[in-house]
């Protein structure tokens, strides 16, 4: 690369400092297949969570309703999950 090509951005996330009592995208995703249901502390609010339905990663949301968890690069790449409760 020469000083005059131009500069790309990373389409990867940096990986957020981990939090206390807090786990990474996969060891939450384990969590979950054990009956847990799951919250982003960057989503700030415990009405968003993740949990298993009918087989498939649900996101319920604030309105009530289910929706089928589309995965991001900064959802796996996240270290800020943790277990709102049981199921």
């Keep these: 690369m020469t000083k005059d090509s131009p500069q790309v951005a990373s389409t990867t996330p940096k990986r957020t400092k981990k939090q206390p009592n807090s ?10 297949f054990n ?7 960057e989503w700030n ?5 993740v949990l298993m339905r009918n087989g ?7 309105d009530e309703k289910f929706y089928d968890l589309i995965v ?10 943790v277990i709102l409760q049981e199921t």
Excluded: C, S
């Design 35 to 41: 009956g847990k249901v799951i919250t982003k502390l």
């Design 45 to 49: 609010d415990p009405q968003y969570y």
């Design 23 to 32: 786990y990474d995208f996969f060891d939450a995703l384990r969590e979950v």
């Design 72 to 81: 991001t690069n900064g959802d796996m790449a996240g270290t800020d999950w």
């Design 56 to 62: 498939h990663l649900t996101l319920r949301k604030p």
